[in-house]
């Protein structure tokens, strides 16, 4: 596709349960990146990949929270044992990676719920 | 982020100017962006400017950058009704990027 796709749009789980959330990114943008929108508050960063490099893991809120970038491409960012707290938009971003000025272009989100 | 605030809410009538503000701590910010985000949608780019920059000028839009007061703003002239959205500002440093992002300003646009 021409953006950034996320899956699923929604996601409803009750607490205690895994969840994975899936980003396929623009291609040939070797960096992708994860950020929450919590309601009323602006995205804060989970984690970063770009290319080969070890990922920046430095937003990620606890150890439930894991992601990984198979093949240089598509991500998935799995929360284990759920929580409330957890409820929030899930963004993903890709951009090109190369340096400089770089426009980050952001999927719609996945919209999780933990009952 | 904690290091870029903005205002929540703004309303406006439709077809005057919007002025959205923002301010940022960091002093070496290299490049400074707003975003848009429109109701169930993703953000979408709408306009950045480079740190050695004090205006940039985009048909509707217009950004203005005191470096001093690390004060950002996004002028929006004859504002229309499609232009209700949040809109987002945020920060990146050299050779990082990640993004800084404020809360958002709602603006809502009223006939």
């Known amino acids: 596709g021409a953006g950034v796709s996320q899956s699923p749009s929604n996601k409803v789980t009750e607490k205690g349960k895994d969840v994975e959330l899936r980003c396929d990114p623009i291609?040939?943008?070797?960096?992708l990146y994860w950020y929450r929108q919590s309601l009323g508050q602006g995205l804060e960063f989970l984690i970063y990949?770009?290319?080969?490099?070890?990922?920046?893991k430095s937003g990620l809120p606890s150890d439930r929270f894991s992601a990984e970038r198979t093949g240089g491409s598509v991500s998935t960012l799995t929360i284990q044992r759920t929580q409330q707290e957890d409820s929030a938009v899930y963004l993903c971003?890709?951009?090109?990676?190369?340096?400089?000025?770089?426009?980050?272009?952001f999927g719609p989100g996945t919209r999780l719920l933990v009952l | 982020g904690e290091d870029v605030e903005q205002s929540l809410f703004l309303s406006v009538r439709e077809g005057d100017s919007s002025v959205i503000n923002c301010t940022y701590t960091?002093?070496?910010?290299?490049?400074l962006y707003w975003y848009k985000q429109e109701p169930g949608a993703g953000l979408q780019l709408l306009t950045y400017?480079?740190?050695?920059?004090d205006m940039k000028q985009d048909q509707r839009l217009t950004v203005l950058l005191n470096k001093k007061d690390k004060h950002l703003s996004l002028r929006i002239a004859d504002t229309q009704t499609g232009d209700s959205a949040i809109y987002f500002c945020?920060?990146?440093?050299?050779?990082?990027?990640?993004?800084?992002f404020g809360a958002g300003t709602t603006v809502t646009v009223r006939a």
């Open positions: 971003a890709s951009s090109r990676g190369t340096g400089g000025l770089e426009t980050q272009y």
């Open positions: 291609s040939g943008h070797t960096a």
């Open positions: 990949f770009q290319g080969n490099s070890a990922p920046d």
């Open positions: 960091d002093s070496s910010s290299t490049y």
């Open positions: 400017i480079f740190s050695n920059m």
């Open positions: 945020a920060e990146s440093m050299r050779n990082d990027y990640k993004l800084s």
